[in-house]
């Protein structure tokens, strides 16, 4: 098959909707297809993957308590077309397919088999309440719709109902699971609480700072390590300083091929997010690597893992129960490990291995679908579509 993968998100950008297509695209590209990402650019990287294909450039724009840069220019639409018709797509695969402007014009265009993922849980879901009545006509040029959870899956058909499918977001497994070389100024006596996550305040990393405040002065032995893009709140430094906390290090953003490092220096994964999350793709890398996980009964933080399975699900914007889980785990290392092997039972049903045979078997769904001649109209149903205005 011959497949357009499309975001309206800028590839120059980390986030979780480029890493779906690029590991996506990879695990395509290995089982044979040919394969094109679709996509604005701000500013191209040193080397630009092979296939990509640029449209436009971004601006950004705040959504769902963070920032997403898209383009908004008018002007593609001829591009597009020429585009379109150069590639000859077999399926276009587009991500947040009602995001503008990108998406919608390709919609608009498009003679292929078009599949949508939706990625998004917002909550509220202001914005699609806003413009359902407008988005309708192209929601219903899918032909296929996935979901990456059924938090996923609750808010977008509360506003476009539809068949969708349920196909999670993907990990490496094996990438996140295998030994990794150390990070020595980690390889000491100190128990490791890690965070990973761009610091955004719908990650809740104050109230990781606020509970780690209080569990540092009985487990001394104690060690907070922030990875992750960004720069934290103004109060995440003033509860350092007000608090006069030890042993956190913000490390920054990471590369991917460094990751795996950060878990395997763990003892403990810990993640505080708010909401607005529709997937825990950091607590499966977790729990591939083997940790215990504490984190938030968000919804979909809740869709991959189960309290007291793979770790302790707390409520969120609780610092207090954030501080007894942690406390729990740091007390009880035998209950640690349990967790941890239980995760890493849990993890491979998402490795991207079977997440892209779960795509290709859905494309090929809908290619068949729409080879089928439909069958030949009654005579009553005949009599009725030659009345219609």
């Not at 640029?54 to 077309?81: C, M």
């Not at 499918?165 to 020595?184: C, D, K, M, W």
């Not at 487990?219 to 103004?234: A, C, D, F, S, Y």
């Not at 977790?286 to 409520?315: D, F, N, R």
Request: charged share 20%; proline share 8%.
């Amino acid at each position: 098959m011959k497949i357009g993968l499309v975001s309206p998100y800028d590839y120059a950008y980390p986030g979780g909707v480029m890493a779906h297509i690029f590991h996506l695209s990879q695990h395509l590209i290995k089982a044979g297809h040919e394969i094109k990402v679709i996509a604005p650019l701000s500013s191209p990287p040193a080397i630009l993957d092979k296939g990509f294909i640029r449209l436009g450039r971004s601006v950004p724009v705040p959504t769902g308590g963070s920032t997403a840069r898209i383009s908004l220019s008018v002007w593609l639409e001829p591009r597009i077309k020429q585009l379109l018709k150069e590639e000859s797509f077999d399926v276009i695969h587009l991500h947040e397919p009602l995001a503008p402007i990108i998406p919608l014009f390709i919609l608009q265009l498009s003679q292929a088999v078009n599949v949508g993922t939706f990625h998004a849980f917002h909550g509220s879901g202001r914005t699609y309440w806003l413009t359902k009545y407008i988005l309708r006509r192209w929601h219903n040029k899918l032909d296929g719709r996935i979901a990456v959870s059924k938090p996923a899956l609750s808010f977008v058909s509360r506003h476009f109902p539809g068949d969708y499918r349920v196909i999670p977001n993907g990990i490496e497994f094996s990438r996140f699971s295998t030994p990794a070389r150390p990070l020595q100024e980690f390889q000491d006596d100190k128990l490791n609480i890690l965070f990973v996550g761009r610091l955004e305040k719908r990650k809740g990393l104050k109230y990781l700072l606020g509970a780690y405040s209080k569990l540092k002065w009985n487990h001394p032995n104690t060690r907070l390590i922030v990875v992750g893009p960004g720069n934290p709140e103004p109060e995440a430094y003033r509860f350092i300083a007000e608090r006069n906390i030890e042993d956190v290090v913000f490390v920054g953003g990471v590369s991917y091929e460094d990751l795996p490092r950060y878990y395997q220096a763990a003892d403990i994964f810990c993640s505080p997010a708010t909401g607005k999350e529709s997937f825990g793709i950091v607590l499966l890398e977790a729990m591939a690597a083997g940790k215990p996980i504490v984190a938030t009964s968000i919804e979909g933080y809740s869709s991959v893992m189960t309290h007291g399975q793979q770790g302790l699900l707390v409520p969120p914007n609780d610092e207090e129960a954030l501080e007894t889980s942690l406390e729990t785990l740091l007390e009880d290392a035998a209950l640690r490990e349990e967790l941890g092997n239980n995760g890493r039972q849990t993890a491979p049903q998402y490795d991207w291995e079977v997440v892209t045979s779960q795509i290709i078997d859905y494309y090929t769904f809908l290619l068949n679908s729409r080879s089928v001649t439909p069958p030949p109209l009654s005579a009553m149903e005949q009599k009725e579509e030659s009345t219609r205005p």
